[in-house]
C-alpha cells in the first residue's frame, strides 16, 4: 500500500512538473472527449432505450436487440456489403499489390509522379466523386457507356445497348464497388509499398544465389513479410466496408428498392429518417462487436505459426 500511495505521488509531480506539455496536448483529449468518447458512451446507453430524438427515452432493456435480430432489413443490409465488400476488396487489394511492385522497381522513373498520381483519389472528396461516377455511371450521357457503345460499335451486331448502372439491382452493387476501387487502391498502395520497402535486399540476393525463381522469391520472401501490413490493410478494408455510407447515399440512396442499402445508409436510414435512435444504436453497437471479433481473428493470422 505504501509503495502504491508513493507511485501515485510520484505520479501527479510528475504531471504538475510537465504541466505545461499537457496543457499544450489538453485541446485534443477535451475534444476527444466531447465528440468522441460521450457520442460512444451515449449511444450505449440509448441502445437500450426506446427514444424518438424528441420525448424522454424509455427503457426496453435488451428489446432493441431482440428486434434487431427479426428485422428483414438488418440481413439484407448486412448481405448487400458483405457483397459489396467481396466485389471490391480482391481487386483493389491485387491491384494495389502490383502498383506497390510496380513503384518499389528502382529502374521506373517518375516514381514520385506515378505515386502521387495513384494516390490522388484518396484525397479527394467522397461526395465530389461519388457525384462525378453518378454522372460517368448515366445511361443516356454517360461517358462509360458512351465508351463502351463506340468500342463495341466496330464489332459484328452493332453497339451494345447502355447498362443501367444505377437503375438495375444487378448493376447497383457493381457501380459502388468500382467506385470503391478507384477510391481506395492508392491509399493501400501506400501501405503495400512502404511493407515491401521495409524488406531487406538480403533476402533476396541470398535467394537468388540460392537459385530461387521470382515466384518463389515472392511466395518465401515477399508475402510471409508482408503479412502484418496485408492484415492492417484487411482490417480497414473491413470496416471501411462495414461503415461506408457517402457512397451509396449520393450514387444510389439504396437502391433501385433495396439492392444496394449497405450497413451504413441502414444505420442513418434508422435514426434520421425513422428517428428511431435506441434501435440504431442497438444495430451500430452489435454489428461493432462483430468486426471487433472478426479483427480480432484476422489479427491472430498476423504472426506466423510456430512449430
Not at 522497381?105 to 516514381?111: C, E, F, I, N
Amino acid at each position: 500500500m505504501a509503495g502504491a500511495a508513493r507511485y501515485r505521488g510520484s505520479f501527479w509531480r510528475e504531471v504538475w512538473r510537465y504541466r505545461h506539455f499537457y496543457l499544450f496536448i489538453s485541446p485534443f483529449f477535451l475534444l476527444f472527449a466531447v465528440f468522441g468518447l460521450y457520442p460512444l458512451i451515449f449511444s450505449l446507453y440509448l441502445s437500450f432505450m426506446k427514444w424518438d430524438g424528441l420525448t424522454a427515452p424509455v427503457s426496453v432493456g435488451l428489446e432493441n436487440f431482440v428486434m434487431l435480430f427479426s428485422d428483414g432489413m438488418f440481413y439484407t443490409a448486412l448481405w448487400n456489403t458483405l457483397v459489396i465488400g467481396l466485389m471490391y476488396v480482391p481487386p483493389m487489394f491485387v491491384l494495389a499489390f502490383l502498383f506497390a511492385s510496380l513503384l518499389n522497381s528502382k529502374r521506373l522513373r517518375l516514381r514520385g509522379l506515378f505515386r502521387v498520381g495513384v494516390f490522388m483519389p484518396c484525397i479527394t472528396p467522397m461526395v465530389v466523386v461519388a457525384i462525378v461516377f453518378t454522372l460517368l455511371y448515366s445511361a443516356e450521357s454517360g461517358l462509360f457507356n458512351y465508351g463502351l457503345r463506340a468500342l463495341t460499335g466496330l464489332f459484328p451486331g452493332g453497339p451494345m445497348a447502355p447498362i443501367p448502372w444505377l437503375e438495375s439491382e444487378a448493376w447497383s452493387k457493381i457501380s459502388v464497388a468500382l467506385l470503391l476501387v478507384w477510391r481506395w487502391t492508392g491509399y493501400n498502395m501506400v501501405l503495400m509499398l512502404a511493407g515491401l520497402q521495409g524488406i531487406s535486399d538480403d533476402y533476396y540476393e541470398a535467394a537468388i544465389i540460392d537459385g530461387a525463381t521470382r515466384w518463389q522469391r515472392m511466395r518465401h520472401i515477399t508475402l510471409p513479410l508482408m503479412r502484418p501490413t496485408l492484415v492492417f490493410c484487411g482490417i480497414m478494408s473491413l470496416i471501411g466496408t462495414v461503415y461506408m455510407f457517402d457512397e451509396v447515399f449520393v450514387m444510389t440512396q439504396g437502391g433501385p428498392g433495396t439492392s444496394s442499402t449497405n450497413f451504413g445508409l441502414y444505420l442513418f436510414n434508422l435514426a434520421f429518417m425513422d428517428f428511431r435512435f435506441g434501435f440504431a444504436s442497438s444495430a451500430a453497437y452489435t454489428v461493432a462487436i462483430a468486426v471487433f471479433v472478426v479483427s480480432l481473428v484476422i489479427l491472430k493470422w498476423r504472426k506466423p505459426a510456430t512449430d
